[in-house]
């Protein structure tokens, strides 16, 4: 008895150790295809994006921002909102240079973007 079982178990052994799952032969990984298909669909939605959206309209939109900043400046609160849009590194982590800046002035979107960031800075 004993030996059929180990000639079963050298059997079935062999027979799985050969048998690999190819899901994309182009070496389909979900975790990229995700990034890529978010950066593409926030690109879309940053290319639609109206002045004087709130800042609940844009997330309705565009889902909860990937980071986020409040500065108040005298009177006026300024919220940005950063969306990734493009991948620099491919180490898995996002970062604000990887993302399109989204400036709202009381919350009402003032204008997107590096120049539109800078404007803070003034």
Same mark, same amino acid.
């Given at each position: 008895?004993?030996?059929?079982?180990?000639?079963?178990?050298?059997?079935?052994?062999?027979?799985?150790?050969?048998?690999?799952?190819?899901?994309?032969?182009?070496?389909?990984?979900?975790?990229?295809?995700?990034?890529?298909?978010?950066?593409?669909?926030?690109?879309?939605?940053?290319?639609?994006?109206?002045?004087?959206?709130?800042?609940?309209?844009?997330?309705?939109?565009?889902?909860?921002?990937?980071?986020?900043?409040? @500065?108040?400046?005298?009177?006026?609160?300024?919220? @940005?909102?950063?969306?990734?849009?493009?991948?620099?590194?491919?180490?898995?982590?996002?970062?604000?240079?990887?993302?399109?800046?989204?400036?709202?002035?009381?919350?009402?979107?003032?204008?997107?973007?590096?120049?539109?960031?800078?404007?803070?800075?003034?």
């Amino acid at each position: 008895m004993k030996p059929r079982l180990l000639v079963g178990a050298l059997g079935l052994s062999l027979l799985l150790s050969g048998c690999v799952i190819s899901v994309d032969g182009d070496g389909y990984d979900g975790y990229h295809s995700d990034w890529q298909k978010q950066e593409k669909d926030n690109r879309k939605e940053v290319a639609q994006l109206q002045p004087n959206l709130t800042a609940g309209q844009i997330m309705e939109r565009m889902g909860i921002a990937d980071f986020s900043e409040l @500065v108040k400046k005298g009177d006026d609160q300024f919220h @940005v909102l950063y969306y990734r849009t493009q991948r620099k590194d491919d180490d898995g982590v996002t970062t604000k240079d990887e993302c399109t800046p989204l400036v709202l002035k009381n919350d009402k979107l003032i204008g997107w973007g590096d120049s539109a960031l800078s404007m803070l800075n003034q």
